[in-house]
């Protein structure tokens, strides 16, 4: 198990797409990961040989997101059986926490497979992810998740970055009463993560701290489209810009 430190009362959680990624972060001070792959394309469940990898390389939390597919977060049978064998192997893999997000139709939490969900992982963390931006009334599904026993929420307060969603960050903080952590997330970096700190009271924050990587072909077969798009990557001195700014609050 990874452990667990704070950086001046605060919680850094770097999303990390890769074992090497996963590295960067750690060395550049961040207090766990979130582990997916595909960040280009919002993320899913990392291999068993990048679990296995990263593990081994990092000494901090790792919590793995358990995403089958993009696209939304109502699953089929067959989805959703996948998502608990994930579960299953991150508790094998040693593993810290996983990050879940189950929804029906109607853009409410499904309860009865989240709630399968957190058993099979305990016990293990377990973070609802930013499924929950897609909710049709926030406090509502907010109680349900407390109710659950959800650790915590990752979100961007209903919109495309945390920034945008700050009074109501603020507003679920203050209805969580530390029965939740609230930890903001969507496009936070060096610029407004003091701002979005002191606006929500928070002590948990999300960011990618993503860099561009384009490809190293020195040849390219242009009437083949595709297969050599940029990728992302964690960067550590972005991490380290992050860490600082916490350092200070």
């Known amino acids: 198990m990874g452990k667990e430190i704070t950086i001046n009362g605060y919680q850094l959680e770097i999303c990390s797409n890769s074992p090497q990624s996963a590295l960067f972060a750690a060395q550049g001070g961040a207090t766990r990961i979130e582990f997916c792959q595909n960040l280009e394309n919002g993320g899913i469940t990392p291999s068993y040989g990048q679990i296995v990898q990263a593990r081994k390389l990092i000494d901090i939390g790792i919590h793995v997101l358990i995403r089958p597919r993009g696209g939304d977060f109502v699953y089929s049978d067959l989805e959703f059986d996948e998502m608990m064998a994930d579960v299953q192997f991150c508790k094998e893999a040693d593993c810290d926490g996983v990050v879940i997000g189950v929804m029906k139709s109607d853009a409410t939490v499904d309860i009865e497979r989240t709630k399968a969900l957190v058993d099979a992982a305990r016990p293990m963390h377990v973070t609802f992810h930013r499924a929950f931006d897609k909710c049709a009334d926030p406090l509502s599904s ?29 507003e679920l903080v203050k209805y969580a009463e530390g029965k939740i952590v609230i930890m903001p997330g969507a496009g936070v970096d060096s610029n407004n993560i003091e701002m979005i700190l002191k606006t929500t009271g928070a002590t948990a924050i999300h960011s990618s701290a993503k860099e561009t990587v384009f490809s190293q072909m020195s040849y390219d077969r242009s009437e083949v489209e595709g297969m050599n798009e940029p990728i992302y990557r964690t960067s550590k001195e972005k991490v380290h810009q992050l860490v600082d700014i916490l350092k200070k609050q």
Not at 145 to 166: C, H, P, W, Y
């Open 142 to 170: 907010l109680a349900i998740l407390i109710e659950l026993g959800i650790d915590r929420l990752l979100t961007s307060g209903l919109q495309n970055k945390a920034v945008d969603g700050v009074e109501l960050l603020k």
